[in-house]
């Protein structure tokens, strides 16, 4: 009798972790944006890219936001295997985002991370789609995500061009523009002078 009490006491020890371990993970859903922290507000236009880049890629990408405050690569992981994101067709990506903790993580199926530098996602991460969130742009970070990790894929990828850094480039631009016109404007006037105080001689 003892015996039986001391193996059903394991085997509750040994899956009692599991269970709740599976008790944290949402159901699987067919939808490619699951917003279950509403963090979103352009859904529709977040599902469409994704539609065209399962469509451009042939590699099916899937987004999760979920309130998480534990370790994101690992929680991708599991959650990864636990949808079987990919498929048969072993090409898929799971685009983790953490709405509490404002950072994310990209797991790619072995049919895709074969021609994938590892590098280069952590770079999207923590250069474009982190730095985003942190600001609360989430429809950019996003939108880094699906453009950047389309370029890795073909191959194109030459950093992390995400609007922030554009905005940077077009103020520099117009500044420049600015002071171009600041001291054309100055230097006609000079030469107004010039002329009129020759004209009075």
């Known amino acids: 009798m003892k015996i039986i009490k001391k193996i059903i006491f394991a085997l509750i020890v040994l899956f009692?972790?599991?269970?709740?371990?599976?008790?944290?993970?949402?159901?699987?859903?067919?939808?490619?944006?699951?917003?279950y922290s509403k963090i979103f507000n352009n859904v529709d236009s977040i599902e469409q890219k994704?539609?065209?880049?399962?469509r451009n890629n042939q590699a099916r990408m899937v987004i999760v936001v979920l309130p998480l405050k534990s370790d994101l690569n690992d929680y991708a992981d599991q959650l990864f295997s636990q949808w079987n994101v990919g498929g048969r067709?072993?090409?898929?990506?799971?685009?983790?985002?953490?709405?509490?903790?404002?950072?994310?993580?990209?797991?790619?199926?072995?049919?895709?991370?074969e021609n994938v530098k590892k590098e280069q996602v952590d770079e999207l991460i923590s250069k474009g789609i982190n730095p985003a969130l942190l600001e609360g742009n989430y429809a950019n970070?996003?939108?880094?995500?699906?453009?950047?990790?389309?370029?890795?894929?073909?191959?194109?990828?030459?950093?992390?061009?995400?609007?922030?850094?554009n905005n940077w480039v077009f103020g520099v631009i117009f500044l420049f523009v600015v002071l171009f016109i600041i001291i054309a404007s100055a230097y006609g006037r000079q030469e107004r002078r010039r002329i009129i105080y020759n004209k009075e001689k």
């Open 50 to 54: 994704l539609v065209d880049f399962e």
């Open 89 to 113: 067709e072993d090409k898929g990506i799971l685009f983790l985002i953490s709405s509490e903790k404002k950072e994310s993580a990209l797991k790619l199926s072995y049919g895709l991370s």
């Open 16 to 35: 009692t972790p599991i269970f709740c371990l599976a008790a944290d993970f949402p159901e699987k859903s067919d939808k490619l944006v699951n917003d």
């Open 141 to 165: 970070a996003a939108d880094l995500g699906v453009k950047n990790l389309e370029k890795i894929l073909k191959g194109e990828y030459n950093g992390v061009q995400s609007k922030s850094s």
